[in-house]
């Protein structure tokens, strides 16, 4: 178990998170090469399918604060021993990780696990597939 900046940075980012239709506050945080961090937290909405994840909302501060390349993703979600980025936000964190990204997989007292971004999103669709 470990708390690090960046879990820190998820663990707080769930706290502001708008999930009164869930009742499930995630956080999420991305440290890129320059060791940079950017959070975010789920935000989600009446007509339920408008909301979004954790990942995507430090995703949009990550690029609004200039883009850059993830070295390591963080998340933590209340209700969960450890949590898993949907697969949605697989495919979003895939456009700007780094080959040698990891994720760590959280509780809310630090870091329970590290896995390598590759093993959770392996032959993901890029833009060379699309072309
Ligand atoms: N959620 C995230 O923020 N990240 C994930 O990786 C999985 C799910 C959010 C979406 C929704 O607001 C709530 O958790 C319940 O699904």
Not at 1 to 25: H, I, K, Q
């Amino acid at each position: 178990m470990s708390v690090t900046p960046l879990f820190s940075a998820a663990r707080n980012a769930m706290d502001r998170a708008y999930a009164p239709y869930s009742r499930f506050p995630v956080g999420a945080a991305l440290k890129t090469e320059t060791g940079a961090i950017h959070a975010g937290c789920n935000i989600e909405n009446a007509s339920f399918p408008e909301g979004w994840c954790a990942e995507t909302s430090a995703l949009s501060h990550m690029v609004m604060a200039g883009g850059g390349k993830v070295k390591e993703i963080a998340v933590v979600a209340e209700k969960m021993p450890r949590i898993m980025p949907c697969g949605g936000c697989r495919q979003r964190l895939s456009e700007f990780v780094a080959d040698d990204a990891v994720l760590h997989l959280c509780d809310l007292d630090g870091v329970v696990e590290t896995v390598p971004f590759s093993a959770v999103f392996p032959l993901g669709f890029t833009f060379e597939d699309g072309k």
